[in-house]
């Protein structure tokens, strides 16, 4: 098969959230199967080249119609190193002057105090307009062998390409998909009126007006109208999105999926087991091997002796792209227990249930510690920050990102929380139990993976006391418990969900079944 992948964030070349890892392994496996492969992808100031080569730089220029000018930029062409797929970055001043992917930085705010930290960009309807109609543009410069049969777009930012698709003399002969990462509120990227999705798009009010939830236009409704195949990244998260009561949580869509009676295929995401592999320092990045399948955990208490002492509790912090807030105090006899959260600081994430749960457990239990690790939403944020003070040396957060310290963060905790309100698919339980750290989960959507009391621990309602109850009964079980869990959930994961595996069940299936369809 001949595929086009189209992305936002790429894993080694522009990274953000979850996305990165999906658009990666999707491009590698496929490129290793024998399949040709090309990944487009804007030029943001934060690309990262290390891993490209055979640059060819600004090697076609082109000019786009949009917003009723005409706005002139190029194509970089490059290969992904190991892996072959070819890479296609689109440049343009929109993408280059952003030093994040989707949100505004802190120096963005010191150069511009309207472009608040953690914010979304203010002209993101014209970068991914601008963005999907390049990537439609580049087929006038592909030869026709090199047409692809199936483009693949990922997640909101790039669900209208399919409508672009269908404008072009190729409608008949590219079959598209685009898969759904979070249907989320403010993951949408739609177009706040009729009026504006016409002056983004130009495409027929048809179409437009077909896609409207409330006086919004929606790019998934648009992919959906114009004959995309809708693809989610699990089972249950799939179902979710169809669920017409599920209003809340996915802003409206749910409710339109089902009255129109949208199909959403659900594939669960698979795991790069590769790029965290414990038993290799050259793959983990931490600072000793072990490995969990087997039971031998002697390298993770190495590891969280290293972190407590070398990196937490040492004088000058040393991480770049982190700042600390809090201590980790060591009781004698060194019983303590370690919980952790790493990622996005966002309402959707339940960080205010575990901010809630946290000091309920602290006060149940001397011996338990907390590693949280992020960034996000500044009110959660401060929260995190206020629970240092109020309980010293039981609490440290670790603002920021620094790949070497959250992977050590996560490794050398017994549990990780993830309350989590709602969840497309999660990666952080797969990292978790590939490190022998056993999620604490909300039962909800990709999360569901997670086997109660066999690779991790599930509650249902998602409130702080049911939070606090199912990490108390997590830390009351024996360590032979621990241990067997520990060694089920790492041989599951790797077993069950590496992403080879994921793509010939599920993936080159479903692409086959697309390319039957008429």
Not at 6 to 25: D, L, P, R, W, Y
Not at 90 to 101: C, D, L, Q, R, Y
Not at 208 to 234: C, D, H, Q, W, Y
Request: positive net charge.
């Amino acid at each position: 098969m001949t595929l086009w992948f189209v992305s936002m964030e790429c894993a080694n070349i522009a990274e953000a959230g979850g996305v990165k890892n999906v658009t990666f392994s999707l491009c590698k496996e496929f490129a290793l199967l024998g399949h040709k492969v090309s990944l487009f992808i804007p030029v943001f100031k934060c690309n990262s080249w290390d891993k490209l080569s055979d640059v060819q730089k600004d090697c076609i220029k082109t000019q786009i119609d949009i917003c009723n000018k005409k706005e002139s930029l190029s194509y970089t062409k490059a290969i992904y190193k190991d892996c072959g797929f070819e890479v296609v970055l689109v440049n343009h001043p929109i993408f280059s002057e952003k030093e994040a992917v989707y949100t505004y930085t802190a120096n963005e705010e010191k150069l511009n105090p309207k472009h608040k930290r953690g914010e979304g960009h203010e002209d993101f309807l014209l970068k991914d307009t601008l963005f999907q109609k390049a990537v439609c543009s580049y087929l006038s410069f592909t030869n026709e062998k090199d047409i692809p049969q199936i483009i693949h777009c990922q997640d909101a930012s790039t669900a209208v390409l399919p409508a672009f698709i269908a404008q072009t003399k190729y409608a008949d002969k590219i079959k598209t998909a685009v898969t759904i990462h979070n249907a989320g509120p403010y993951y949408h990227h739609e177009y706040a009126s009729l009026e504006d999705a016409k002056f983004y798009t130009d495409l027929p009010d048809s179409i437009l007006k077909e896609s409207m939830n409330g006086k919004r236009v929606e790019p998934f409704l648009i992919a959906a109208n114009s004959g995309a195949n809708l693809l989610t990244v699990s089972k249950d998260y799939a179902k979710e999105l169809k669920d017409s009561s599920n209003v809340e949580n996915t802003d409206g869509l749910s409710k339109l999926f089902n009255k129109k009676n949208i199909k959403i295929k659900g594939i669960t995401n698979g795991f790069d087991f590769e790029r965290y592999n414990p038993s290799d320092t050259s793959f983990s990045k931490l600072p000793f091997a072990f490995n969990p399948e087997t039971g031998d955990l002697d390298g993770k208490y190495k590891i969280r002796q290293f972190f407590i002492d070398n990196v937490i509790n040492s004088e000058n912090f040393p991480c770049d792209g982190i700042k600390k807030y809090g201590s980790l105090s060591i009781n004698k006899g060194g019983r303590e227990r370690y919980i952790a959260y790493h990622g996005r600081i966002t309402s959707q994430k339940g960080i205010s249930i575990l901010t809630e749960a946290i000091p309920t457990l602290i006060k149940q239990n001397d011996s338990v510690r907390f590693v949280i690790a992020g960034q996000g939403e500044p009110r959660l944020e401060n929260e995190i920050e206020e629970l240092t003070k109020v309980f010293p040396g039981k609490i440290v957060y670790l603002h920021g990102y620094n790949q070497a310290v959250v992977r050590m963060a996560i490794a050398a905790c017994d549990f990780i929380a993830l309350p989590s309100y709602f969840e497309p698919c999660g990666l952080e339980d797969f990292i978790a139990q590939t490190f022998a750290t056993l999620p604490v989960a909300h039962k909800t959507g990709g999360l569901n993976k997670i086997l109660n009391n066999k690779s991790g621990f599930l509650y249902k309602n998602n409130t702080s006391q049911a939070l606090a109850s199912c990490l108390n009964k997590a830390l009351e079980k024996k360590p032979s418990k621990i241990n067997k869990m520990i060694m089920f959930a790492s041989s599951y994961v790797h077993k069950e969900y590496v992403w080879s595996k994921v793509i010939e069940k599920k993936y080159l299936k479903y692409l086959k079944e697309i390319l039957k369809k008429r």
